[in-house]
């Protein structure tokens, strides 16, 4: 059984138009989110032993927003290619996770981070894939489960989202 958490950004800033998109931050609600997430991971126990992101400035600040409520002492690595990633360079990046990684958290955009849930999930019995299907709120949390023995065995379509978090649902 593997088991992969999906986060999207906190809320990110377009207070500065000519900014570019890699290197917008988040806003002053994107940072209350990640402070309001942290806290919300640290209550259910969540541990995570490695963090795969995207190298975006809102995603670094998403996780510096988090760690101000959580301890996430788990070893991040940034991944230039999360940032506007098509599906299945996201598939590949999951696929390709080190072996010995037991529970990954995976932070990145949309729509990609949302199309890898619905390409790696199937209906589930409490509708958490259809309540993402069509919009992955950004601050927005998903813990998958995987019947794989390998990250290299996940398939499309055979995941299970048995975790699901909404920055809205916690205020």
């Known amino acids: 059984m593997r088991r992969l958490t999906v ?8 207070d500065a138009p000519g900014l570019d998109d ?3 931050p988040l806003n002053d609600r994107g940072w209350k989110s990640a402070r ?4 919300e991971l640290k209550a259910r126990g969540l541990r995570f032993d490695y963090v795969l992101a995207s190298s975006a400035v809102r ?4 996780l510096e927003g988090l760690s101000e ?11 230039q290619a999360i940032y506007l990633a098509a599906t299945q360079t996201l598939v590949s990046l999951v696929r390709d996770l080190p072996e010995e990684v037991q529970a990954p958290l995976f932070v990145g ?3 990609g981070l949302e199309r890898l849930l619905v390409e790696l999930t199937h209906d589930d019995d409490e509708g958490l894939r259809d309540r ?5 709120p950004t601050g927005a949390l998903a813990v998958v489960e995987f019947p794989a023995a390998k990250w290299g065995d996940v398939s499309p379509g055979s995941g299970e989202i048995v975790e699901l978090i909404l920055p809205r649902e916690l205020d």
Not at 36 to 39: I, K, L, Q, Y
Not at 71 to 78: G, H, K, Q, T, V
């Open 22 to 24: 890699f290197d917008r």
């Open 36 to 39: 309001r997430m942290g806290r």
């Open 69 to 79: 409520e959580y301890d996430l002492s788990a070893p991040i690595r940034f991944e």
């Open 132 to 136: 993402i299907a069509g919009k992955y």
């Open 109 to 111: 955009h949309n729509p």
């Open 7 to 14: 986060l999207r950004h906190a809320k990110s800033s377009w």
């Open 59 to 62: 995603v670094r600040e998403t």
